[in-house]
């Protein structure tokens, strides 16, 4: 009885494991797509600023 008790915990504890592994790689894909949102914006917002000031060379 203690023995599967054991058992039953040690496959609790693994599965916790694997759950936080499982947690830690999604949250580390999340971030990585974030980051490159966050330059995909900045690089949005740089051709827009370049396509203004290109504009305003036109106008002078």
Known sequence: EKARLEEALLSESGQQQLAMRTFKVQLI????????????????????????????????
Request: proline letters at 0%; zero cysteines.
């Open 29 to 60: 894909k999340q971030t990585e797509r974030i980051n490159n949102l966050q330059k995909n914006i900045e690089e949005l917002q740089n051709k827009k600023e370049e396509t203004k000031n290109s504009a305003l060379e036109v106008n002078y």
